[in-house]
């Protein structure tokens, strides 16, 4: 019998892979914190085989529990294995299911190995005509290779024939058994011969023959010659049975009864539900947008019914009305009025919320059905659409009604738009991007696409597909509307699905549901103002920067080609390299993936304190990521007024911090000239002043509230330097004694703690021994019991609960706590201690926020406004004749932001730019 379509009958060692791919990186988990990485591993290496292959036979074949028939022959079998982790084994069932809901035959059979199962078919599977490919990491399995049996490796892209086992082993597949014989195996605990290595049997095997000829003249292995070969014959005569009982163990059994042979193990038709439930719940994105794409899961034989072929699973699709006419708007207005939610989302020309023009809103109000309302699709041939002034006139009593509940993905934009029209959206009730950030923070992206994927197991949409991409990308108003209509209305309808699906989960975890409500939804359009307000920028100061800047950048390199002794790219890695390291002689201290010895800051930071050459390369770098990201940038970046406005988002870092971008605000160095000069081209606009109003030692005072440290909290209460005591109590000095090296030690360990360093991170920045890093932070602990008491209850916390909570209760998950790998382990503890500390000091600048805004609606617009948020400081743009008085006012509602055993300060600063008032 000879197979049909020449493709080989595939027997995959399922167990083989199953540990090697639980071993190898990336360590994946999902957003609960359940480990994925080893069923990741196996279904891609299967879709490699597949891909490869396209077999129309296959098998996938794991170990059963309890013993098999070598446990019977020898009872130390395999003795020696430890149990199998509980985060590998918590992934076998959901691996079984996919590999079934994959169509693939799965063989799991009691009493034998997954070894045995596999060398049964291999010989049947060549008997029946079929070339056989087995994959597989085991070295075992080399002795079932023949002209029609071959091993694949796909982790190392490897084929093993027979010819390849004898280059690999030094013997040929049937040697193989004797060999594994000979040496044993420590894994399996299969005893071999005792010091009898891979040299020493290759000897024997080679010179001689198999295991049978060798015993049969003893005395033969001695004119081989190899060393310890004329006390072997003793060696072998005394442990004869050991050597044929490790044969028996090494063979794989050919003749195990199964139910199906070679010929009944066809490729079945792909379960697409069931494997989007599974690929959903391990969070395996890119597959499941494959399943419900309706695209091809698996590759399968040419000539075959293709699996992909198989339907998608249904998916709710968005029924939707275009509005062109006035009498279909007035309709929808009348509804929306009488809705309890209402969905809304708006289409424009730009993502950037002060150059977008609004090209069409579209709604929803129950799940499967929405409208697009179009007002500005300009391509040739659009149709006729409403004016978007008679649009918004009828649509604002509606828009800024609060008691009309509105929800959306990412508000704060849409609200930016409409405020360019003169509508202040109002009843923002919900939005789901928030939703998600407040349920899990860490759990992936929360844009509308993935969250979709995620929790609704719908692919979107996505902008590109309608639009184009790169320098030909279409933008809104130039789409048409026979596309723009079900993608405007689908964002809508997805929203609203997307709430109806993560509020209640929400609403179930307290804290969490308290943040979302009291604090990062209030916030929306407390950020949007604060965003359009922007700030003035003093662009001739920036150019000036600028041009000194290139001068020393020039100056820099001719320094560092004199030190090198020749011209090179000082941002070429592979030229820097050359010169460090290969003919300047530097010491190699670490070195990348690839063996090539690393040039990274942390590399250079350590070489900079013997060497001149990397202190050069590192003032090089600060200074020109300077000039790249801000003196150069910052002036193109400006609008309206001379001014920029930043993005500030809520919903990306995952401790609660604000992050921004275009500009980043965040990373502005203040503690070198050139950033504080930056700082200086933020300016205050004739006749006001920049107020700067910044949290004292936040995270130090919160460390003193959780740890109820009496000692810090003592310190705190009598408004002492907090490290200058820190600096008394760990010396042992008195308080008016500390010098300015103990006091820099002190600053090191409170904020170093803070942040779990290490004896050797401390000992690295303070340039001592590590003992005496270690002494200090354990003069600190007995001195601030209470602080480690804290850390230690904090750690086991994270352990059990895989999260740690915020003083307001905002959750900061820990998927990778219990994680097997230590280091990813001992990360994430640091991350726990630290998370609780700035996730607090997060919330509590953003209730300053929400404090501070009340005040200013009170107060006359053009007196004072808020302009940026950055860090755990606020900074102002107030009238110079009322500046004091705003000062006073605003420093005592940011000190009333939170209630903490400790006394809560905020500082104050006013200056004609940004680095004098801070």
Not at 381 to 404: I, M, T
Not at 417 to 427: F, H, N, Q, S, T
Not at 638 to 653: D, N
Request: proline letters at 5%; charged letters at 25%; hydrophobic letters at 40%.
């Amino acid at each position: 019998m000879s197979q049909p379509d020449k493709t080989p009958l595939i027997l995959v060692d399922g167990s083989s892979y199953l540990y090697r791919a639980y071993h190898a990186p990336p360590h994946l988990t999902n957003s609960k914190g359940e480990p994925t990485g080893a069923v990741y591993g196996v279904v891609n290496m299967l879709r490699s085989l597949l891909r490869q292959y396209h077999p129309s036979h296959m098998a996938v074949v794991f170990d059963a529990k309890g013993k098999t028939f070598r446990d019977e022959m020898y009872d130390q079998y395999k003795a020696q294995r430890p149990p199998m982790p509980d985060d590998l084994r918590s992934q076998i069932a959901p691996l079984h299911a996919i590999i079934q809901a994959l169509g693939l035959p799965m063989i799991v059979e009691p009493g034998v190995e997954a070894d045995d199962v596999i060398g049964t078919l291999a010989v049947a599977g060549e008997q029946a005509g079929y070339d056989v490919l087995i994959s597989t990491g085991d070295k075992d399995m080399a002795q079932l290779v023949t002209d029609k049996v071959t091993l694949v490796n796909t982790m190392t892209d490897t084929t093993l024939d027979p010819q390849g086992v004898r280059d690999k082993f030094g013997v040929g597949p049937e040697l193989i058994i004797d060999l594994l014989a000979m040496m044993g195996d420590k894994v399996d605990n299969i005893p071999g011969l005792p010091g009898v290595g891979e040299k020493t049997a290759l000897a024997m095997l080679q010179g001689i023959g198999s295991l049978e000829s060798i015993y049969q003249d003893v005395d033969a292995v001695v004119p081989l010659g190899f060393r310890g070969s004329k006390t072997m014959p003793k060696k072998l005569r005394e442990h004869k049975e050991d050597a044929f009982l490790s044969y028996a163990l090494a063979t794989i059994k050919t003749d195990v009864e199964l139910e199906l042979g070679p010929d009944q193990l066809n490729i079945g038709e792909v379960d697409r539900d069931a494997l989007a439930k599974l690929y959903g719940e391990l969070e395996f994105r890119r597959w499941l947008n494959e399943v419900l794409d309706g695209g091809a899961v698996l590759p399968t034989a040419p000539g075959n019914a293709p699996a992909e072929a198989t339907p998608a699973p249904a998916q709710t699709a968005t029924e939707h009305e275009l509005i062109l006419t006035e009498s279909q708007l007035d309709r929808w207005i009348s509804s929306l009025k009488q809705a309890e939610l209402i969905a809304l989302d708006t289409e424009t020309t730009s993502l950037d919320y002060m150059e977008a023009e609004l090209v069409g809103l579209s709604f929803a109000v129950e799940p499967g059905k929405a409208a697009y309302l179009p007002v500005a699709h300009d391509y040739e041939g659009a149709p006729v659409q409403l004016d978007r002034d008679l649009v918004l006139a009828k649509l604002k009593p509606l828009l800024e009604d609060a008691g009309l509940q509105k929800v959306g993905q990412n508000l704060k934009y849409d609200m930016s738009v409409l405020a360019k029209y003169g509508i202040e959206l109002a009843g923002i009730a919900f939005d789901t991007m928030l939703e998600s950030y407040c349920f899990n923070s860490t759990a992936g992206k929360h844009n509308m696409d993935d969250l979709a994927l995620k929790y609704l197991g719908h692919k979107t949409t996505h902008f590109e597909e309608i639009a184009g991409k790169g320098a030909k990308q279409k933008t809104f108003n130039q789409i048409p509307l026979e596309q723009a209509a079900p993608y405007a209305a689908e964002d809508a309808d997805i929203t609203l699905r997307l709430h109806q699906h993560l509020m209640p989960r929400l609403a179930e975890l307290e804290g969490p549901a308290r943040i979302f409500r009291e604090i990062e939804l209030p916030l929306v359009p407390v950020m949007s103002r604060m965003e359009r307000n922007g700030v003035l920028l003093d662009t001739d100061k920036l150019h000036q920067q600028s041009s000194e800047i290139a001068a020393k950048l020039q100056h820099l390199e001719q320094e560092a080609y004199e030190v090198a002794g020749e011209t090179f790219n000082l941002s070429s890695t592979k030229q820097l390299q050359a010169i460090l390291f290969e003919k300047l002689g530097y010491p190699v201290l670490k070195k990348t993936p690839k063996g090539a010895p690393s040039t990274a800051e942390e590399v250079l930071q350590e070489l900079a304190l013997d060497y001149p050459l990397p202190k050069l390369i590192l003032e090089h770098r600060s200074l020109a990521k300077l000039k790249n990201t801000y003196t150069d940038k910052l002036p193109m970046m400006v609008k309206s007024e001379g001014r920029v406005h930043t993005s500030y988002h809520q919903a990306v870092t995952a401790t609660g911090r604000l992050s921004s971008t275009d500009p980043n605000l965040q990373n502005i160095p203040i503690r070198s000239d050139e950033g504080r000069r930056i700082r200086q081209a933020f300016i205050a606009p004739e006749g006001y002043q920049l107020l700067a109003i910044d949290y004292s030692q936040i995270e130090l005072r919160i460390m003193a509230h959780l740890s109820q440290d009496a000692g810090l909290l003592q310190a705190f209460a009598e408004g002492k330097d907090i490290h200058r005591a820190t600096a008394a109590e760990v010396s042992g000095v008195p308080f008016d004694e500390v010098t300015t090296e103990q006091r820099r030690r002190a600053k090191a360990v409170n904020f170093g703690l803070i942040y779990g360093m290490s004896a050797f991170g401390l000992a690295k920045q303070l340039g001592i021994p590590r003992y005496e890093a270690q002494d200090y932070i354990d003069t600190y602990f007995h001195r601030y019991p209470g602080v480690l008491e804290y850390m230690d209850g904090t750690r086991k916390q994270a352990h059990d609960d895989q999260y740690v909570e915020t003083l307001f209760g905002r959750r900061l998950h820990l998927p990778e706590i219990n994680a097997r790998n230590k280091m990813r382990q001992q990360a994430a503890e640091r991350a726990a201690i630290n998370a609780p500390m700035q996730g607090t000091a997060a919330d509590i600048i953003k209730k300053a926020m929400l404090l501070v805004d009340s005040y200013l609606a009170t107060q006359p617009k053009e007196e004072i406004r808020l302009l940026m948020q950055v860090h755990d400081e606020l900074v102002f743009e107030v009238r110079e004749d009322v500046a004091e008085s705003h000062q006073k006012a605003l420093c005592e509602l940011m000190e009333q932001a939170a209630e903490l055993d400790v006394p809560l300060i905020a500082e104050a600063g006013l200056g004609e730019n940004w680095d004098q008032a801070h």
